[in-house]
């Protein structure tokens, strides 16, 4: 926020007190923690949520998933491939959980794009291109690792390392045939009350945000550990 300063007349004075010297750096860390504070508070993508547990419903159907699809635990990401939190979290939090709990959890993807990530949609309907070709998961981790980036360029440059088929890739990424299902996908999450990335719903409990694996193993093992 920016503060325009009041012009006094250059015939005016005004003496200061010494006290006002010895509270300026005082007021600049306030000013700052409150600026943050301010600034933080209206950002769609956080790195943590205090908010109390809750728990909602939201549908796995049709959506890509790993590990058994009896598993006691589902994790189901509401994620977008150009929040930077997001990234964060695959890289040092899901890879990690995948490996903690093997055939253990069930993990879903969803995805939530962001109105102020222009790739956020095109980089879905990319993974459900490669998914068409057996290759969401990989495609998924390309996008998350970001070696060339998030432009269509990149998109078929992904397609390419993995060996997908570039012409039917090319012609999914034109057609746009899944922009039915992530714009479906966006508007579950918002019926279910998340609307920053990332959102988790793990056996209907919500986390919010690229929360350390700590918080995830917490929740999980709760829900091993419950009765049937």
């Excluded at 930077?84 to 939090?93: G, I, L, R």
Aim: charged share 15%; hydrophobic share 40%; with cysteine.
């Amino acid at each position: 926020m920016q503060i325009t300063p009041q012009i006094t007349p250059h015939s005016k004075r005004y003496r200061v007190s010494p006290l006002v010297y010895m509270l300026i750096p005082v007021a600049f860390v306030l000013g700052l923690g409150g600026g943050y504070l301010l600034w933080g508070s209206s950002q769609p993508s956080g790195a943590a949520d205090t908010s109390p547990v809750r728990r909602v419903t939201v549908s796995t159907d049709d959506q890509p998933f790993l590990g058994p699809s009896n598993a006691k635990v589902t994790i189901v990401e509401f994620s977008d491939y150009q929040c930077p939190y997001c990234q964060v979290w695959d890289q040092q939090v899901y890879q990690q959980l995948m490996k903690s709990y093997p055939n253990k959890i069930r993990f879903v993807y969803r995805d939530l794009p962001l109105p102020m990530h222009p790739e956020a949609i095109p980089a879905a309907q990319a993974a459900d291109c490669a998914g068409d070709q057996g290759a969401y998961w990989k495609y998924h981790d390309a996008l998350f690792n970001q070696q060339y980036g998030l432009n269509r360029a990149a998109y078929e440059h992904y397609a390419a390392d993995l060996g997908l088929d570039g012409k039917a890739f090319s012609a999914c990424l034109d057609s746009q045939r899944f922009l039915s299902k992530i714009q479906a996908n966006a508007n579950d999450a918002a019926s279910a009350g998340l609307n920053s990335t990332p959102s988790f719903v793990i056996n209907g409990r919500v986390l919010i945000g690229a929360l350390p694996f700590s918080d995830f193993k917490a929740v999980i093992d709760e829900e091993l550990a419950a009765k049937p």
